[in-house]
C-alpha cells in the first residue's frame, strides 16, 4: 500500500490563550484517505497545519511514516514527505509565476502535466496574483501531484474544492483521490467526504468520528 501513516497522540494547540485543539488522538493508516469536517473555528486547520509545523503543537506528538519532528531539519525533512494545499494559497510577496510554483514542487515536468490536465497549463507563465481563486486552486493541486511524483507520501488538502463550480469539484476530487498517498482532507465538501474513507468532525478543538 502507498503512503505513509501518521499518527497523533495528545495533540493540543493554541491560539494565544485559545485552545484550539484539544488532546487529539488519531491514526490514519497508510494509504487511507480521511476526510475532516466540522464547523468554522473548530480547529480543522490548526491541526493539519501542526502536522508540517505551520502551527506548533503545545502538547503530544505527531508521527508521519512513524518518524517525529523537532529540528529544522527535521521538520524539513517532514514536509518533503507531506505535500500541502492551503486554504488561501499564497501568491508571493513577489510577483511569482506559475511555472516557479510548480517548480517547487521537486518534479516540474509532472506538476506540469497536471496543470495542463487541470485546465490551467496556458496560464504556467502568469504572475499567482493575476489567477481567479478556482485556477489558483488548480495550479496549488497540480503543485501537490508534484510533491507526490517528487516523493511525498501524505497529503494534507485544506478546503481543496472550495474555490471551484461542481464540475471542477468533481475533477479536482478525482484528482485527490487518486493520488497514491494518504489523505487527510478539511473540507465542507460533503461529496468530497462521502468519497473518503472515514469521516471525522472537529468540534471546539475535539475530534470525533461520524463515518
Keep these: ?28 493508516a497508510a494509504g487511507e484517505r480521511v476526510a475532516l469536517t466540522g464547523t ?24 508521519v511514516g512513524g518518524q517525529g519532528a523537532r529540528t529544522a531539519a527535521e521538520w524539513a525533512s517532514r514536509r518533503r514527505v507531506c505535500a500541502w494545499i492551503p486554504q488561501k494559497p499564497a501568491t508571493g510577496r513577489f510577483p511569482l509565476l ?6 517547487s514542487s521537486g518534479a516540474p515536468a509532472e506538476a506540469a502535466e497536471a496543470a495542463a490536465k487541470l485546465g490551467v497549463g496556458p496560464m504556467v507563465d502568469r504572475p499567482l496574483h493575476t489567477l481567479s481563486g478556482g485556477q489558483l486552486q488548480r495550479m496549488y493541486l497540480a503543485r501537490a501531484v508534484g510533491c507526490v511524483a ?26 485527490l483521490l487518486s493520488l ?4 487527510i482532507v478539511v473540507t465542507h465538501d460533503r461529496a468530497l467526504a462521502d468519497r473518503c474513507e472515514r469521516v471525522l468532525e472537529m468540534a471546539a478543538g475535539c475530534l470525533r468520528e461520524v463515518a
Design 98 to 103: 506559475a511555472r516557479e510554483l510548480l517548480a
Design 40 to 63: 468554522n473555528g473548530s480547529g480543522k486547520t490548526t491541526l493539519v497545519r501542526a502536522v508540517l509545523g505551520l502551527h506548533r503543537q503545545a502538547g503530544g506528538t505527531i508521527l
Design 180 to 183: 497514491p498517498v494518504t489523505l
Design 150 to 175: 517528487a516523493g511525498a507520501g501524505v497529503l494534507l488538502a485544506d478546503e481543496p474544492t472550495a474555490a471551484l463550480d461542481f464540475a471542477g469539484q468533481e475533477e479536482a476530487a478525482d484528482v
Design 1 to 28: 500500500m502507498d503512503g505513509l501513516d501518521v499518527r497523533m497522540r495528545g495533540v493540543a494547540c493554541r491560539h494565544g490563550r485559545v485552545e484550539a485543539v484539544r488532546a487529539v488522538d488519531l491514526d490514519v
